[in-house]
């Protein structure tokens, strides 16, 4: 058995990694939940992302988190630009996964040929800062992305509860054909919703390369762990993602702990296949 | 409707046979393996398609089954030192023992179906590899199967695998037509087009489903077992891959899916494509490639290559039928059944079936009796659909007693009940919109108290349709119907089960009156063979012509039975229809 603090600093961790899981569902959670697509090709361009931030720090020496400045309204305008193509080749639920599927292995593929297969690691000047709470060591680069996903997901949740086109969306979600009959334009709801995951998956995507070391085939490590996390929180709801992200992230980095980092995938995909079988109204 | 001048299974054997020759060619070896390699994903497509491409049921896992065969081979052959070919059936089985594991759970979830089962099998894949990553079965390093000795009975091992490779295939491909031309198959196709419907026409769909998940899992497992000893160095990364079952997708699509030749064809069209643009080498471009191809297929191509081949051939031979319809004799119309008019047929006790917390059926207790036409009524969302959907099967009754011809329904599932002889009309009509007007009516000749072979089940079929007056659409495809002859084969349909209880769910909803008449003629007809009739109906002037007898439901009670006139003129009812204020 692992020691307290130990233990302790596991649950720090998956805290920490649980927000960057939310973070980067929320596309998905978004674009299922409301447009009922469901979209992977966020997966790709959080990478993309990653790759960008990390060439615009190393090569040109722009700070880590000014590249966001760039990439939030280029992957906005990305996003809208996906969503206007699925509209107009028709893409429907369930094609929606396979569609996407190929987009994610050409994105890959794309990044592997430019940025090669080997690891690359974005050497910042955040990296080194760090603090100490107790016993509990505290990486800023980790904390500075929670509270980001945090604020994004709070952010996201209050908009869509509180505002007009919020509430909208929230109808179109209901009911389309209600929603239209009252005056709802659906099309661009949809590509401000699809605008925005695009531009969370850019904002994750710039967290991704500031705190682990990069590869190209990592983009298919997330997307389970990610899958989990926006079912188990309800689709369309960003706190609900949220939490749910933490839950896994925390019991995975507890499971690493107890046993060996190997095993983590088994917790979350476990818990995935559950509510599937459990609970599968919530979807 | 035949082409088939060489009998299927000689066609196979020539194929084989042509196929297994060419080894001796002496070739260059590059050859052999790239057939091999087309051989493998033939297995791996039609076998993924056994499953998803006849169901509908997509499984993006395939990679796990593949996965669980390379590694029983692997672990069987190099640390328990099985010979190799012992390893390979093995492999198969337990592929097949983890799909019909999962299937036994998964196909009990009524929505898990579509992307969640997709979502599932995915699941199941990363659980399945962490295991053996983790586990003394791989334990991170891979395993070396270079050791291995292949039995020496075909020659070289390159030609041995090729061997062994074509005849994995030769299986797969033929299981596929053999349950492409079964009732088993037919079942599955109905299950793809709608499971709910398909269900209650008496295929035993869960069943059906987990046989099929088995077979495909086998399939796939038998062809890991083999591949194990291609590779001869297997890692976890390679055998459970995505990508795998990606790559059986896209080439059971690109071929057609719903055919049993078509993931060959797309197999063998995609591994060319493949190989010749890139030589085999380039990992990058090969990825790219199946992107746009699996994006352009599903978008542009839905029903594959050789499927849109098919098709067409069939819609030729559909019109060239129709010009000369010739609905075959049948010698003689099936005898009335002897109905003792009169005792009770259907009852229903105290039942009861509640929605969170809407009551629908609040101890509903009415009789049908043999022979009769009873009109069910009562004002929308007083549980008339509730309990046609209680009597079939599909709902489960929370409480009381139901029973038909002495048999207890509360614990039958709906395709049993169908069986005994019970067959409902949908008030949306739900064909089966991949099969044609008539396979659509034979279905439920296949599937109902009789269980017809499929020839007949085709020529009842074709009595039934010349009943309705569909005869001349029989090979139509059910989209290009107008509402009211989507009824008549919602009717059709129906009747070909021959059942002893036939449940209408307002069949007259939204018909002129012209074609109502036809309809109740109909019906009066259906009566006079025997078959006793539940009426479903909001037309009071339909329900007084025809019927025996009413019960009247309201707020999922029943508030009178009777004599039609006499019901109808009861305040309660009338409050309940009309409101206070006419009563």
């Not at chain 1, 090669?116 to 992305?145: H, N, Q």
């Not at chain 2, 071929?255 to 060959?264: A, D, K, L, V």
Request: hydrophobic share 55%.
């Amino acid at each position: 058995m692992p020691s307290l603090t130990l233990l302790l600093q596991s649950v720090l961790s998956g805290l920490f990694l649980g927000g960057l899981y939310g973070l980067l569902g929320l596309g998905l959670s978004l674009t299922w939940g409301m447009l009922r697509l469901i979209n992977l090709t966020y997966f790709a361009l959080a990478f993309l992302g990653a790759y960008l931030t990390y060439q615009l720090a190393t090569v040109f020496r722009v700070d880590p988190l000014l590249t966001l400045l760039l990439i939030i309204p280029g992957f906005f305008l990305l996003g809208v630009l996906l969503q206007e193509a699925f509209v107009r080749a028709g893409v429907n639920e369930f094609i929606s996964l396979i569609v996407t599927f190929g987009l994610t292995l050409i994105i890959e593929a794309v990044i592997q040929w430019i940025w090669t297969a080997d690891f690359r690691r974005l050497e910042s000047g955040y990296g080194a800062i760090s603090f100490r709470i107790g016993k509990l060591f505290v990486p800023l680069p980790e904390l500075l992305a929670f509270l980001i996903a945090a604020a994004v997901s709070f952010l996201t949740w209050a908009w869509l509860k509180w505002t007009y086109v919020g509430k909208a969306m929230r109808a179109t979600a209901e009911d389309p054909q209600i929603a239209a009959a009252f005056g709802v334009n659906h099309r661009r709801l949809a590509l401000l919703i699809s605008g925005l995951g695009a531009a969370y998956a850019g904002i994750a995507g710039a967290f991704i390369a500031l705190i682990y070391t990069l590869a190209p085939s990592q983009v298919y490590a997330w997307i389970g762990v990610v899958f989990a996390a926006v079912i188990i929180g309800g689709l369309g709801n960003p706190l609900g993602l949220l939490a749910a992200g933490i839950l896994i992230g925390v019991s995975e980095a507890v499971t690493m702990a107890v046993t060996a980092p190997g095993w983590a995938p088994l917790v979350s995909f476990t818990l995935l296949i559950l509510v599937l079988l459990l609970r599968p109204e919530r979807i | 409707m035949t082409m088939r001048r060489v009998p299927a299974p000689v066609l196979f054997l020539l194929v084989g046979a042509g196929l297994a020759v060419v080894p001796s060619f002496g070739l260059p070896a590059f050859f052999e393996s790239f057939l091999y390699i087309c051989f493998l994903w033939a297995a791996l497509a039609t076998s993924w398609t056994i499953l998803s491409g006849y169901t509908g049921y997509f499984s993006f896992g395939h990679g796990a089954f593949f996965g669980a065969g390379i590694y029983t081979t692997a672990t069987l052959a190099v640390s328990f030192g099985w010979p190799f070919l012992w390893t390979l059936p093995v492999a198969g089985l337990l592929a097949a023992l983890f799909g019909v594991g999962i299937g036994a759970v998964a196909f009990r979830v009524r929505r898990l179906r579509g992307e969640l089962f997709a979502l599932l099998t995915l699941a199941v894949t990363f659980v399945l590899s962490t295991i053996v990553l983790n586990t003394k079965i791989d334990g991170g390093p891979g395993v070396f199967l270079s050791a291995v000795p292949l039995p020496k009975t075909f020659g070289s091992p390159v030609g041995t695998i090729y061997l062994l490779g074509l005849a994995i295939a030769l299986v797969t491909v033929w299981s596929a037509y053999a349950i492409y031309h079964s009732r088993w198959g037919m079942g599955l196709f109905a299950i793809r087009g709608d499971e709910d419907v398909a269900e209650v026409l008496g295929v035993p769909t869960y069943r059906y489903k987990l046989v099929a998940f088995g077979l495909s899992c086998f399939f796939a497992g038998l062809a890991g077992g083999l591949h194990a000893s291609f590779l001869t160095y297997v890692t976890v990364a390679e055998s459970f891959s995505l990508l795998v079952a990606m790559d059986a997708i896209l080439m059971s699509m690109f071929g057609g899916m719903t055919h049993w030749f078509g993931p060959s064809v797309g197999a063998g069209l995609m591994t060319t494509i493949l190989y010749s643009l890139t030589g085999g080498g380039s990992a990058i471009l090969n990825r790219i490639l199946i992107g746009a191809i699996l994006i352009v297929v599903i978008i542009f191509l839905p029903e594959g290559v050789f499927g849109r081949f098919v098709h067409r051939l069939a819609r030729r031979r559909a019109r060239r039928a129709s010009a000369q319809p010739s609905p075959p004799v049948l010698t003689q119309d099936a005898p009335a059944r002897p109905a003792n008019p009169g005792t009770s047929l259907l009852v229903c006790a105290d039942v009861r079936k509640a929605f969170r917390g809407l009551q629908a059926l609040a101890r509903v207790s009415l009789e049908v009796h043999e022979g009769e036409i009873l009109g069910l009524v009562g004002p929308n969302g007083s549980g008339k659909s509730t309990l046609i959907n209680v009597v079939s099967g599909y709902y489960r009754l929370d409480g009381g007693r139901l029973s038909f011809a002495g048999q207890n329904l509360a614990a039958l599932e709906a395709h049993r009940i169908a069986r005994l002889g019970v067959s409902r009309t949908y008030q949306i009509p739900r064909p089966v919109k991949w099969l044609s007007v008539l396979d659509n009516v034979a279905l439920a000749a296949m599937f109902g108290p009789h269980t017809y072979d499929r020839p007949t089940a085709r020529a009842h079929a074709w009595r039934w349709l010349v009943f309705t007056g569909l005869a001349d659409k029989a090979l139509a495809l059910p989209g290009s119907l107008n509402l009211h002859q989507r009824k008549l084969l919602e009717l059709a349909r129906a009747l070909a089960s021959e059942p002893r209880l036939l449940l209408l769910d307002e069949v007259l909803s939204g018909l002129t009156p012209t074609e109502m008449a036809g309809a109740l003629q109909l019906i009066r007809q259906i009566r006079d063979r025997g078959t006793t009739v539940v009426f479903v109906e909001h037309v009071m002037r339909a329900i007084l012509d025809l019927t025996d007898r009413v019960v009247v439901l309201n707020y999922g009670h029943v508030i009178a039975d009777g004599a039609p006139r006499d019901v109808m003129r009861q305040p309660d009812v009338v409050k309940a229809y009309l409101g206070k204020a006419y009563a």
